[in-house]
């Protein structure tokens, strides 16, 4: 009997959270918001390398989640602070190579629901700060655009993943701690899960957005 009644206080626990929190999601603007510009506006130098993974099926998912590739859209702070970190590294024979930086609000919320393990992707409760424009997912290349050895691929999950990992080969730690460094030293600051994912200092200024880009292309 005690435990019949222990099972329904937790159904209701969980059925209250459910209803209170778990379709309870953002509604945000779809109108292209101004603090938004297309990072190689920025600067004169040759574009940012990227290659969005959402723009192709080169993810977790092996979905297109952009049916365009929409270019490099950031936060204006942080798309010149990005500009800046890309050309420190070009003295060291360096380039960033861009998988991620805006994603509208919407593929978050995709992403979330059809993830199997959502511990490791944003919550659309909160948002992500990819949302806000202030969040890039970087790795490095050498001057003719070839990727340098990482601990792991864009959206791996787990202990390989954080930024303090000590296994694997002694180059790809030492290529993932120069990220990390030429990064932070501009105003980036890594997650504590993902060491290819950085958020800018001012991240929480803006306001977070479902604008598609590709929508207007
Ligand atoms: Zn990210």
Same mark, same amino acid.
């Given at each position: 009997?005690? !435990?019949? *009644?222990?099972?329904?206080?937790? #159904?209701?626990?969980?059925?209250?959270?459910?209803? $209170? /929190? =778990?379709?309870?999601? +953002?509604?945000?603007?779809?109108?292209?918001?101004?603090?938004?510009?297309?990072?190689?506006?920025?600067?004169?130098?040759?574009?940012?390398?990227?290659?969005?993974?959402?723009?192709?099926?080169?993810?977790?998912?092996?979905?297109?989640?952009?049916?365009?590739?929409?270019?490099?859209? !950031?936060? *204006?702070?942080?798309?010149?602070? #990005?500009?800046?970190?890309?050309?420190?590294?070009? $003295? /060291? =024979?360096?380039?960033? +190579?861009?998988?991620?930086?805006?994603?509208?609000?919407?593929?978050?919320?995709?992403?979330?629901?059809?993830?199997?393990?959502?511990?490791?992707?944003?919550?659309?409760?909160?948002?992500?700060?990819?949302?806000?424009?202030?969040?890039?997912?970087?790795?490095?290349?050498?001057?003719?655009?070839?990727?340098?050895?990482?601990?792991?691929?864009?959206?791996?999950?787990?202990?390989?993943?954080?930024?303090?990992?000590?296994?694997?080969?002694?180059?790809?730690?030492?290529?993932?701690?120069?990220?990390?460094?030429?990064?932070?030293?501009?105003?980036?600051?890594?997650?504590?899960?993902?060491?290819?994912?950085?958020?800018?200092?001012?991240?929480?200024?803006?306001?977070?957005?479902?604008?598609?880009?590709?929508?207007?292309?």
């Amino acid at each position: 009997m005690r !435990l019949m *009644k222990a099972l329904l206080i937790f #159904l209701l626990f969980y059925f209250f959270q459910e209803i $209170n /929190y =778990g379709q309870v999601y +953002l509604a945000p603007n779809k109108q292209k918001p101004s603090h938004l510009i297309q990072a190689d506006s920025v600067f004169i130098y040759p574009k940012l390398l990227s290659e969005l993974r959402y723009a192709s099926e080169d993810n977790f998912l092996q979905e297109k989640l952009y049916p365009q590739d929409p270019g490099v859209w !950031l936060e *204006k702070e942080t798309a010149r602070a #990005l500009r800046m970190v890309d050309g420190d590294l070009r $003295n /060291y =024979g360096l380039r960033l +190579l861009i998988w991620d930086a805006y994603r509208p609000y919407s593929v978050t919320q995709y992403l979330y629901e059809n993830s199997p393990n959502k511990r490791y992707v944003a919550d659309p409760r909160r948002g992500s700060v990819h949302n806000r424009g202030s969040a890039v997912d970087v790795t490095l290349t050498n001057l003719e655009g070839v990727p340098l050895e990482m601990p792991t691929d864009f959206d791996a999950f787990g202990l390989k993943a954080t930024p303090v990992y000590l296994g694997g080969s002694e180059v790809s730690r030492q290529n993932r701690n120069v990220l990390i460094r030429v990064m932070t030293h501009r105003g980036f600051k890594v997650n504590a899960g993902e060491w290819w994912h950085f958020e800018f200092k001012n991240a929480y200024q803006h306001s977070i957005s479902d604008w598609r880009p590709w929508d207007g292309l």
